[in-house]
């Protein structure tokens, strides 16, 4: 079992930066692939990107690629969301999930374990 905390949301403006944080606890949790998806309101949840046990390797939706770097601390059971070049698209509530078999799928199904969330607010 795998729970995961989400913080780090706010409201920023248009071209700042945010760093959210998804501490986990359950003992399997470092040999488990991670990633982020948001969900804006009225509208579907979309994966914004993942990273795999190692943190060798790494996915993003075309959306934010360039603009946000996922990362993870084995050692604190912690992945991360750098988020920077923020723009009022980017308002949603932001997830973290964690999937055994998930590899790097953008596909939310595919996830084992989810967060509450994170409220994200860029304003113009």
């Known amino acids: 079992q795998v729970q995961l905390v989400e913080s780090g949301g706010g409201l920023v403006q248009a071209e700042g930066s945010l760093r959210l944080s998804c501490v986990a606890s359950?003992?399997?949790?470092?040999?488990?692939?991670a990633a982020w998806f948001r969900q804006a309101p009225g509208k579907e949840r979309e994966f914004v990107a993942a990273?795999?046990?190692?943190?060798?390797?790494?996915n993003y939706a075309g959306s934010v690629k360039g603009r946000f770097t996922i990362s993870r601390d084995i050692a604190k059971s912690t992945v991360y969301l750098q988020m920077d070049s923020l723009k009022p698209e980017d308002t949603a509530i932001y997830y973290c999930?964690?999937?055994?078999?998930?590899?790097?799928?953008?596909?939310?199904?595919?996830?084992?374990?989810w967060g509450q969330g994170t409220q994200d607010t860029v304003s113009s």
């Open positions: 999930a964690a999937g055994g078999s998930s590899g790097l799928s953008p596909d939310r199904i595919r996830y084992d374990y």
């Open positions: 359950g003992r399997t949790f470092s040999r488990y692939a």
């Open positions: 990273i795999s046990w190692s943190g060798a390797g790494t």
